[in-house]
C-alpha cells in the first residue's frame, strides 16, 4: 500500500502548478483553469486522508468539492464572457476599472 | 356645582378661540372675524366681572391646571390660575380694553378698507389671550413664557402693513429690543428655579416665602444662594428678572422700541400701551413684589429708573410732530411713574397708576385714532387744528383723557400719580435719597406732562384748520364714538375709586383699591408688603408723617403750569412751533438723546465687530483642528488606496505572499524548522 506521503507531494505539486498558473498567466481562462488544478489538489488531499483514516466522509466531501466545481466554472465562465463583451479581450490586466 | 373660579381658564380660552376661528375661517366670517373677537373678548369681561364680584367678598382661587414636566424631587413645571383681587383687577382691565379695541377696530380697520382683516383680528385675539394667560399665571416659567407670546403678538401685530417699509422695521426693532431684555428675564427665571427649585408666585412653598424665610434666619435648606449672602443674592435675581420688566415696559434704555411700534395700527397702539404688552412688564414687578420688597437695593434701582424714564420720555414728548409719536412719549413716561410708585414703596400707587392709566391711555389712542380717520390718515399735528367743532365726542373724551394724563383734579391721573409721588417721598425722606432723586426726576417730569399734554390737543383741535383736509374733516361712526364715551367716563371716574389725599383729610374709608388689595393669599397682600418693606428694607423707619395736601398741591401746581404754558403758546389761531427757539436742543431731543444711535452703533460697531472675531476663531481655529484631523486621514486615504490596483494578479500574489508569511511566521514560531 503507498502511503500518503506520495498523495500529498502530488497535492502539493498540483496546487503549485495552479498557483504558478494564476500568479503568472494573464489569460482569464488559463486562470479559470488554474483554480481548478487548486480545487483538485484539495481534492486529493481529502481522499487521501479518507484512504488513510478508512473513512468514507472525506470521499463524500471529494464528491462535493467536484459538484461545487462544476457550479463555479459555470460562473467563472460567465464572467469571463462578460468580460470579453466589456473588453473585447479576456486579459485579466486589462479589466482594471473597479479599483480607486 | 362649577364655581365662578372653574371658570378662569375660559377667559383665556374664549380669545384663543377667536385667534383660532379668524385664522382657520376668517375670510368667509362677516366682518373678517370681528364679531367673533368682539363676543369672545365681551364674554371673557363678563367672567371676569364676575370674577372680580367673586374676589371682592374675600374669596381667592390658585390651582394647577396640567404639569407638563414633572422632575424628579421637587421641581414640576405647570401651568396654574391664581386668582386673587391684583390679577382679577388686571383681568377686568385687560378684557375691557381688549373688547373696547375690537370694538374700535370696526370702525378704524373694517370700514377703511383695509386687507388681511382676518390677520389682525386672529392677531388681537391670541395678543388678549397671551396677556390674560400672563395675568392669571401662577408660576414665574408660565409667566415668562406668556410674556414671550404677548411679545410675538406684538411684533405680528406692529408689523402688520408689512408690504410698507417702516412697519416690518418696527416690528423688528420691537421684537429684538425687547427680547434682549427677556434674555436676563430668562436667566433669572433658571436662577429662581436653581435657587428655590419653585417658581410658584403663592403659597408657604413659593419663591419670595421662601426667600423671606432665608433672609430671616429661618432654616431654609432647600434655598441655594450659592455661595453669595442671600442679600445679594435675590437682589442679582430680581434685578435679572428686571431685564425682562425694563424691555417690555419700555423703560430707559430700552424704551426706543416703544416709538416706533407706533407704525402699527392705532387701535394696536392702544391695545400696547393700556392693557397688554407693556403693562406686562410692570404688573411682573407687582405680582412677585413679595420678593422685590425683600431687597431695597433692587427697589432703588427700580425707582431710579423710573423716575429717570418718566423725567427723560417727558422732555421728549414735548418736540414731536406726531400726535401718536407724543403719546408714546406719554406711555414711556407714565410707566416710568409707575415703576417708581413700586420702587418707592407705593404698591397700591403704583397699582391704582397702573389701572388709571390703562383707561386713559387706551381712550387717548383711541382718541387719536379718531382724529387720525378724519384726517384721512395723517399724523402730523402741524396739518390739523380747529377739529374741537368738527368732532365734539372726540374732542371732549380727548380732553377727558388728557386731564387725566397731565394729572388735573379730580381726573384720574391725578389722583393716581399724586399718590405715587406721595409714597415715594415719604419713603424718600427717611433719608433715602436715590428716593428723593427719583421723586425730584418725577415731579419736573408733571410739569412736562401737563405741557406735552395740552399743546397736543391745542394743536389738534384749537386755533385755526391748517389743511385741507382738516377744514373737512370725515365723519366717525358709533363703532367709534361708543368705545371712547365709556373710555371717557371711567378716565374721570377711576380716580375716586382710592382718594387717599380725602380720606387722610377726612377720615373717611374711601380707599377703596387700598382695601381691596388688602385680602388675598397670605403673603400676597399689601400690608405683608407694608411689612417686608418696614422690616427689609428699612421703608417708613424713622416713622416720618407727611400731610398728603403740600406734596399734592405742588405737583397739581406743576400740572398747572405745563398747561399753562401750553395755553399761551399754542391756543392761539395760528400757532408757530415755539420748540423751534430751544436750538440744538430741540435737535437733541428731537432724535431721542441720540438712542437709537448709540444702540445701533452698539450693535455695529461693537458687537458685530466681536461676531466677526468669534466667527474667525469658530472658522479658523476651532474648524481648523477638525479640518486638520480629518485632512491627515484623507492624505493617508488617498495614498494607501493605491494598493488597490485592479488587477486579479496583483490581487492573487500579495494573497500569496500573505499566506506564506503567516506560515513562516507560524513556522519560526512553533519551531518547526529546528
Redo the contacts between chains.
Sequence with gaps: MLTPQYYLVLSAAVFCTG?FG??TR?NALL?LMSVELMLNAANINLIAFSYLWGNITGQTFGLFVMALAAAEVAIGIGIILVLYRNFDNVD??D?????? | MVGIFDLAPVIILLPFISFLTALAIGNRLPKGGALTGITATGGSLLIAIATAVAVSGGRVYTATIYTWASGLDVVNLTFGVLIDPLSAMMLVIVTLVSFLVHIFSLGYMNDEGEVGLPRYYAGLGLFSASMLGFVVADNLLMAFMFFELVGLCSYLLIGFWFREPGPPSAAKKAFLVTRFGDYFFLIGVVAVFATFGTAAFSGSGSFPALAEAALLGEAAESVRTFGFEPQLWFTIIGLLILGGVVGKSAQFPLHTWLPDAMEGPTPVSALIHAATMVAAGVYLVARMYGFYALSPTALAVIAFFGGFTALVAATMGVVKREIKQVLAYSTISQYGYIMLGLGGGGYVAATFHLMTHAFFKALLFLGAGSVIIAMHHTEDMWEMGGLKKKLPVTYYTFVTGSLALAGIIPFAGFWSKDEVLYETLLHGLDGNTILLAAYAMGLIAVFFTGFYTFRMVFLTFHGNPRSETAREPENVGMNIKIPLTILGILAATTGFLNMTPVAKLTGLHIEFLHKWLEHGFTGLTVEHYGELLHDVAGYGATGIELSPILPGAVSLGLALAGFLLAYQLYNVPEPVAHTDRLGSLKTMVYNNYYQDEYQVWIATGFTQPLARVASKLDQGVIDGVVNGVSGVSLFAGSRV??I??????NY??LL?LGLTALLVGLGLMGGWFV
Design positions: 498557483l494564476i500568479l494573464r486562470f485579466v490586466t479589466a482594471t476599472t473597479m479599483r480607486w | 488606496r493605491r488597490q490596483t485592479g488587477i486579479v494578479s492573487a500574489a500569496t
